[in-house]
């Protein structure tokens, strides 16, 4: 059985207390309340990840990812933080090819390939966002260009890397916005990026990979999304910045 796997992805929110409370509270909700077999990840801020860290240790619920990674070892690279330094603050995951990234930040595929390679030297496991504009929707071009965004930058990994990679699907038209790909939509995409992992890996590695819908899940959606033989589970953004609409995500398997 594939894992599954739901990740609040906090982006550039919370002050220091703030973030320390929300993962208390998490924490809290997650022991207190029946919420089955899911992995949960946190995703602060860089500043908070050792603190944050310090609260999910030996947590086997709750577990830490960071919202990048640099391409690079070590050295002259000022304002990056690198692979080797989220392993010794206890990250385990970590986001690479969020839209946000490749849209203000003009990571390209090949950036992505690099970080993916740089997190997966120190075992942290990429979680691979992809997901397609509006107008490639649109235009009904939204396969292609997600199969393309696969193949630019996963299909370079090996077997055994690519065993350790989550995939997020998150059509950029439903991030942030409160409009949420239907479950039809999400089911189809998702079992046509399974289909294509399995002609880049295998038929069995491509079973056994999660993969998470994100774009707008809410307490209200995530039962239907999740109900769907291909979604795995979700990457959350706006909803993962209250305790308990998260953790009711979480427990809407
Ligand atoms: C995201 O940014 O990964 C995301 C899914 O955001 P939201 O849930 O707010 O759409």
Known sequence: MRK?????NWKMNKTYEEALSLVSEIDNMLKDEASGDVTVIVTPPFPYLQSVGKLVQGNDKLHLAAQNVSEHESGAYTGEVSAAMLKSVGVEYVLVGHSERRQYHHEDAQTLYKKMKAALAQ????IFCCGEPLQERDADRHFEYVGQQLKDSISYLSNEEFDQVVIAYEPIWAIGTGRTASSQQAQEMHAY?????????DAEAAFNCTILYGGSANPGNAKELFSKEDVDGGLIGGASLKSRDFTDIVKSF
């Open 193 to 201: 990026i399974r289909e294509q992992l399995s002609r880049m890996f």
């Open 4 to 8: 599954k796997i739901v990740a609040g």
């Open 123 to 126: 075992g942290i496991k990429p």
